[in-house]
């Protein structure tokens, strides 16, 4: 069990838009930070980061948290996991509190995270047997040698190799505490027939997959050996921690690169990755051999707005990539190409060319998609007038797809220019285009609405004399902000604000569970409640609240001060009036509210005595009422 210093050294330190800036690309908004959601899909950002209280709020689908919170939610952690991935990034030392034994910890963890491990195991694994045994050495290494893999990229990419043999890594894994449901359960182990466990990389070399924050979750082997009744490339099956459909190859190793350079370079398998990097091209990930997907192009979004891709010199490779471009611009990149030289791929040109040189040549040959593609069918069309009516379609399909009407307006207009084709006519055709293409994906974008993330927050009342809601959220505010802090020279805020409310009901029962651990801590344990572990409650809908709640503050700005020569309150002050205000707002709409059950209980009474009991209770509440709403100079109806 990780230690409470160590938590709250890991909470002081996290910087909450360094934490997602590792995962989304953040832009400046005045003191805050904006990007797209990483939880749901979404063309405008709505996800916003704030420093000064170490949170995040997507006001798309409600979802928001701190940097554990954040970890725990992006990278499917358990609370204890995402501290110790803050602390790595953080250098920061990890207490274990010895009260807890290593082998009951083990029992307790959960599916991912064995998983988590059993993949790091056996990428040490791979990587030991190519780097330190005579197979590994003289099979593996060379393959790489060959290819103008360096030292460095091999320890960059964690790349390994996987002996030649029946069950090696599974029976190393089995005597390291995995168990053979886990090995199964991961795909690097496959149940034969004859009931034995077998290695599912078997003389291969091996490329790992790793999630945005450097985790292996899969792999990728290459055999080397001629064998026609094996695959040239084996990938692991769909798991509990990889999607094929969610991975980009080299996607962790260029992210950073892909936000300094605004610009994703897509190619198409590991060495390609690995040989523009060594090329000084870094901002690279690939699709490896798989149709591009949606969920990949919401990946790239993520880190930058534009994509080049670069396509192997083969006309036929050409024509099948160009189906992925869509794809792309229906996720609002925008995409240019490079063609590479029939016969060369990405990685065997740049070796041929040298860093340098490639560099000038991607930036030299670097074409807008529309153009391209028009270029190339029409050169295919070769003066057919069938064909050139289908190439008109074709790139009116594609102008569909852009998600912005003035960029797809503005292409429109060249693209029926280049096609020598009035523009009104080609308009005609992408909106048609269009049109039919949101009538085909509307349910499927209905299901993807309702399948969005969503926090249950209080409803908002229809009047403010139906409930008490919003005076009990602003006492939460209060702790969540100032609990710590003097209300008087001898008496802090937690002391004063539980010891008035203690006895007070609550007309929301997740602000009053909120208000009872607050009070618990306070009363019981002598300390005040941290407002993280609320954040990171077991129960989300009470952590979504307090979260909600305390995304809520009030300010006097200093420019009053400073350029309206206005003088402003003293923080001590304000606070005191603040937290003075909210316990008497709040003690005034609970009186209101007695006020109305007594009042109603006079028109329908019990008996004389009753009545006579309810007068003098209506009476003594009046003048409380009166009392607190000349304290608050504010008058509130009943």
């Given amino acids: 069990m990780i230690s409470r210093s160590t938590i709250d050294r890991v909470m002081d330190t996290a910087r909450i838009e360094e934490v997602v800036g590792d995962f989304v690309t953040l832009k400046k908004r005045g003191g805050n930070y904006i990007g797209l959601c990483p939880f749901h899909n979404e063309?405008?950002?709505?996800?916003?980061?704030?420093?000064?209280?170490?949170?995040?709020?997507?006001?798309?689908?409600?979802?928001?948290?701190?940097?554990?919170?954040?970890?725990?939610?992006?990278?499917?952690?358990?609370?204890?996991?995402?501290?110790?991935?803050l602390a790595q990034r953080y250098n920061l030392e990890v207490e274990e509190e010895t009260r807890e034994l290593s082998e009951q910890h083990k029992q307790e963890?959960?599916?991912?995270?064995?998983?988590?491990?059993?993949?790091?195991?056996?990428?040490?694994?791979?990587h030991l047997q190519l780097t330190e045994t005579d197979d590994g050495k003289a099979i593996g290494l060379s393959y790489?040698?060959?290819?103008?893999?360096?030292?460095?990229?091999?320890e960059k990419f964690g790349l390994g190799y996987s002996p030649d043999s029946f069950d090696a890594l599974s029976r190393m894994a089995l005597t390291s505490d995995f168990s053979q449901a886990e090995l199964e359960a991961s795909g690097l182990s496959i149940h034969t027939q004859s009931d034995k466990i077998m290695d599912r990389f078997r003389g291969r070399v091996i490329f790992p997959f790793y999630n945005l924050s450097g985790k292996v979750i899969g792999f990728g082997g290459r055999i080397l050996k001629n064998d026609k009744k094996e695959a040239k490339y084996l990938n692991s099956p769909e798991t509990l921690l990889y999607k094929k459909s969610e991975t980009l190859y080299g996607l962790f190793q260029a992210k950073k690169a892909i936000q300094k350079n605004e610009n994703c370079y897509l190619v198409e398998g590991y060495t390609d990755v690995i040989g523009l990097h060594q090329a000084g091209i870094e901002n690279v990930a690939a699709s490896s051999g798989t149709s591009l997907t949606h969920e990949q192009a919401r990946l790239i979004h993520r880190f930058s707005k534009k994509v080049t891709v670069i396509y192997d010199g083969d006309a036929a490779g050409i024509k099948a990539s160009l189906r992925g471009i869509n794809i792309l611009l229906e996720n609002n990149l925008q995409v240019s190409v490079v063609p590479l030289p029939e016969g060369e791929d990405p990685d065997s040109y740049?070796?041929?060319?040298?860093?340098?040189a490639f560099r000038d040549y991607l930036a030299e040959q670097t074409v807008d998609f529309?153009?391209?593609?028009?270029?190339?069918?029409?050169?295919?069309?070769?003066?057919?007038?069938?064909?050139?009516?289908?190439?008109?379609?074709?790139?009116?399909?594609t102008v569909s797809f852009i998600g912005d009407p003035i960029v797809r307006a503005t292409y429109s207009s060249s693209t029926a220019a280049m096609l020598d084709i009035t523009e009104q006519l080609f308009i005609q055709a992408v909106q048609q285009h269009h049109l039919n293409r949101m009538k085909r994906v509307r349910p499927s974008e209905r299901e993807s609405i309702e399948a969005m993330p969503s926090v249950a927050l209080p409803a908002e009342p229809q009047s403010p004399v139906l409930n008490d809601e919003p005076q009990e959220a602003d006492i939460i505010r209060i702790l969540l902000h100032y609990a710590q802090e003097p209300y008087t020279d001898d008496v802090l805020v937690i002391d004063f604000v539980v010891n008035t409310l203690d006895e007070l009901s609550w007309d929301n029962a997740p602000m009053e569970s909120i208000f009872r651990i607050f009070e618990k801590s306070w009363k019981e344990e002598q300390r005040i409640a941290d407002r993280n572990d609320l954040f990171n409650h077991p129960d989300k809908s009470l952590a979504a609240l307090a979260l909600h709640i305390y995304s809520i503050d009030y300010s006097v700005s200093e420019n009053w001060e400073k350029r309206h020569d206005i003088l402003t309150p003293s923080r001590a002050s304000m606070i005191h009036q603040d937290v003075s205000s909210a316990v008497d707002r709040l003690n005034l709409k609970k009186v209101i509210s007695l006020m109305n059950q007594t009042m109603e209980r006079l028109k329908h009474p019990e008996n004389e005595e009753s009545a006579q009991a309810d007068l003098e209770e209506f009476v003594a509440l009046k003048e409380v009422h009166r009392t607190l709403a000349q304290k608050l100079g504010t008058h509130i109806s009943h």
Wanted: glycine share 8%; proline share 5%.
């Fill in 144 to 154: 790489f040698k060959e290819r103008g893999i360096t030292d460095e990229s091999i």
């Fill in 109 to 126: 963890l959960s599916e991912r995270d064995r998983q988590y491990a059993l993949h790091a195991f056996a990428q040490q694994y791979f």
């Fill in 350 to 356: 740049s070796r041929q060319l040298g860093g340098p």
């Fill in 370 to 397: 529309v153009r391209f593609k028009v270029n190339l069918l029409l050169t295919e069309a070769a003066g057919d007038p069938m064909k050139r009516a289908e190439v008109i379609h074709d790139m009116a399909e």
């Fill in 43 to 85: 063309k405008s950002p709505s996800f916003t980061v704030t420093p000064a209280k170490g949170i995040y709020k997507c006001f798309g689908c409600g979802a928001s948290g701190n940097s554990v919170g954040f970890l725990m939610e992006h990278e499917h952690l358990t609370y204890p996991d995402a501290i110790r991935q």
